[in-house]
């Protein structure tokens, strides 16, 4: 577990600025919701703790750890995007099991974590079948499976459930949930989905153009939101 906080964090891709003085700070086993359009730079903002985009100015934190120039494979951060990017040759409990291999973890320690992250995904009666073999939700489940089995201080979701059917969505939202109150991890939740972010949010940050708009709970974000952006973009359907 741990906090996160970035400061003061700019981020540009040559002539193009991206994150412009990102404040954040999100406290240990929080599930943060962050919102806002395409294209306003939620995913850079998650690469960019993550390790896989370097900043431009600022510093980034977990926990007490200043993580700015800490390689993105000592950071402690497992990410889940929304193409589940599962190898295909690979069997369920190889795709889960495969980064755990490669850190050299012990084989029984291995099967005992795939077989426990299985088990709190309902996917233990799939570990023989290879990723075509499953639907879009289920493969979204191994991904999730993926990352819990690293047991990491903080998971990243960038927009995870997009690929899926709108019934499917709201089950797995639902099963996220759930997932956050039993690992009591710090998850950061990416969605451009209004409803997924009222819903999921203990907190969200709004984000327009790089720029945090607003950070607060649901209710105070539909009460007192800080612009017209806010007001209109959480009062406005999906
Ligand atoms: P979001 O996830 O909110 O849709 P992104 O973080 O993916 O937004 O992108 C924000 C902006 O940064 C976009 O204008 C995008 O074109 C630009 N961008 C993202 N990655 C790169 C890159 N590697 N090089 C240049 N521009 C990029
Ligand atoms: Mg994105």
Not at 40 to 59: D, M, N, P, V, Y
Not at 122 to 147: F, M, N, T, Y
Not at 206 to 235: E, S
Request: glycine share 8%; charged share 25%.
């Amino acid at each position: 577990m741990a906090s996160i906080k970035y400061d003061h964090v700019w981020k540009r891709f040559g002539e193009v600025t991206v994150l412009k003085n990102l404040d954040l700070d999100i406290a240990d086993g929080e599930f943060l919701v962050l919102v806002g359009p395409s294209g306003c730079g939620k995913s850079t903002a998650l690469r960019c703790l993550a390790g896989l985009e370097e900043i431009t100015e600022g510093r980034i934190f977990i926990g007490d750890r200043d993580v700015t120039d800490v390689p993105p494979k000592d950071r402690d951060i497992a990410m889940v995007f929304q193409s589940y990017a599962l190898y295909p040759h690979m069997s369920v409990y190889d795709n889960m099991a495969f980064g755990l291999k490669l850190r050299r973890v012990p084989k029984a320690e291995i099967d005992r974590r795939v077989k426990e992250a299985a088990e709190m995904l309902s996917i233990g009666h799939l570990l023989d079948r290879k990723p075509k073999a499953l639907s879009g939700g289920q493969r979204q489940r191994v991904a999730l499976g993926r990352a819990i089995v690293r047991d990491p201080a903080v998971f990243l979701m960038d927009e995870p459930l997009s690929n899926l059917d709108a019934k499917l969505r709201v089950q797995t939202r639902a099963e996220i949930s759930k997932l956050h109150q039993r690992l009591k991890t710090t998850f950061i939740y990416v969605t451009h989905d209004q409803t997924e972010a009222m819903t999921m949010g203990s907190r969200i940050a709004v984000m327009r153009d790089g720029i945090l708009q607003q950070l607060d709970t649901p209710q105070n974000l539909y009460d007192h939101p800080a612009n017209m952006f806010v007001a209109g973009f959480i009062g406005s359907p999906a």
